[in-house]
């Protein structure tokens, strides 16, 4: 059965610094893989999304994320985070549905 | 503009009450999903359809129901609302596209249904 690992559940990060949220993965074949933001309150908006090719995936708002199949990873950067980076930080595996993570709680100190 | 909507957003409500969480979507997809979501916590699959009258359960039993008669609306329904149904409901939808496609299983959310069970 496929299952996300997330294993920060708080990471606190100063206005400016570099982030970086892990994901690891278990499924049996070539994943989908994406990551979700949710900020408080609201649904879940797709940063990016990893399905073959380009083992570097760019997404919106900065964020990049790097597939690695023998580390069974897929974790997410950010070179400088801004104060609206807070937020919660979904990973999610894909097979006939999606399994998420336990969310990455983010909060951004000035 | 192509969105998927959520009513009530917040929602107070006594013990016993029978309550409808609305969902409807614009984008044309044919799946459709219920999320359980408490506060801090994972999401947690409730229920999920492929397409007009078709209805699956998730990984988390719910004491819920849901009913798929139009390819836009999926609406959530608790007959009797109790105290431990207090969490945020989220609905999502996706275009199955074909698996090895960009699109497969990516699944786009409504801002959720806070709910609370007095």
């Known amino acids: 059965a496929q299952s996300v690992t997330q294993p920060d559940i708080h990471i606190t990060v100063s206005e400016g610094a570099s982030l970086e949220l892990r994901c690891n993965y278990s499924y049996g074949a070539t994943p989908y893989l994406f990551w979700y933001v949710q900020s408080p309150g609201q649904g879940l908006q797709l940063l990016l999304k990893?399905?073959?090719?380009?083992?570097l995936v760019q997404g919106i708002k900065g964020f990049e994320a790097e597939f690695k199949r023998s580390q069974s990873s897929f974790n997410l950067r950010k070179p400088s985070v801004h104060w609206s980076d807070a937020a919660e930080y979904f990973c999610a595996v894909s097979d006939y549905k999606l399994s998420f993570g336990a969310g990455t709680t983010v909060t951004v100190r000035a | 503009e192509a969105d998927i909507y959520q009513t009530p957003r917040y929602l107070v409500i006594g013990t016993g009450k029978k309550i409808t969480l609305e969902c409807s979507q614009t984008m044309g997809h044919d799946k459709m999903y219920w999320y359980q979501q408490d506060p801090g916590m994972e999401l947690h699959l409730i229920h999920y359809?492929?397409?007009?009258?078709?209805?699956e359960k998730g990984d988390l039993s719910s004491e819920s129901t849901v009913s798929r008669i139009r390819t836009e609306h999926f609406p959530l329904t608790l007959e009797s609302a109790r105290p431990s149904h207090t969490s945020q409901y989220l609905c999502?939808?996706?275009?199955?596209?074909?698996?090895?496609?960009?699109?497969?299983?990516?699944?786009?959310f409504g801002p959720g249904t806070r709910l609370t069970v007095l």
């Open positions: 990893y399905f073959s090719g380009d083992t």
């Open positions: 359809s492929y397409g007009v009258n078709s209805t």
């Open positions: 999502a939808s996706s275009d199955p596209g074909t698996s090895g496609s960009s699109s497969y299983n990516e699944q786009f």
